[in-house]
């Protein structure tokens, strides 16, 4: 089985910083994009920014300059380093990964259970 787990929420002010983590593990044979996603209260579930396997990224309008993504491949972990956090943020974050667990014939979309980013004073 494929658990994906994010940490590192939490409350912080306006200006401030976060850095989210995302573990995968379980029999995992490749993982290909993943993605960081958030969900306001209230809102549809949207992206925030993606890499590929091979780093290239991609970012939301609303966030270029002032989040980025990274992953480190031999850890099987994303981050999400949020600088300059404004109130508009907050949501609950959400990792996903483009995964092919071990003897599967193609990859899937797993994702980790969420972490609250809370951005005020």
């Known amino acids: 089985q494929v658990q994906l787990v994010e940490s590192g929420g939490g409350l912080v002010q306006p200006g401030g910083s976060l850095r989210l983590s995302c573990v995968v593990s379980g029999s995992i044979d490749s993982i290909g994009d993943m993605a960081w996603y958030c969900q306001a209260p209230g809102k549809q579930r949207e992206l925030v920014a993606r890499?590929?396997?091979?780093?290239?990224?991609y970012y939301t309008d609303s966030v270029k300059g002032r989040f980025t993504v990274s992953r480190d491949n031999a850890e099987k972990t994303i981050y999400l380093q949020m600088n300059y956090l404004k109130p508009e943020d907050t949501a609950v974050y959400y990792c996903?990964?483009?995964?092919?667990?071990?003897?599967?014939?193609?990859?899937?979309?797993?994702w980790g259970q969420g972490t609250q980013v809370t951005v005020s004073s």
């Open positions: 890499v590929t396997a091979g780093g290239t990224t």
């Open positions: 996903n990964g483009d995964i092919r667990t071990w003897g599967a014939a193609m990859t899937r979309v797993y």
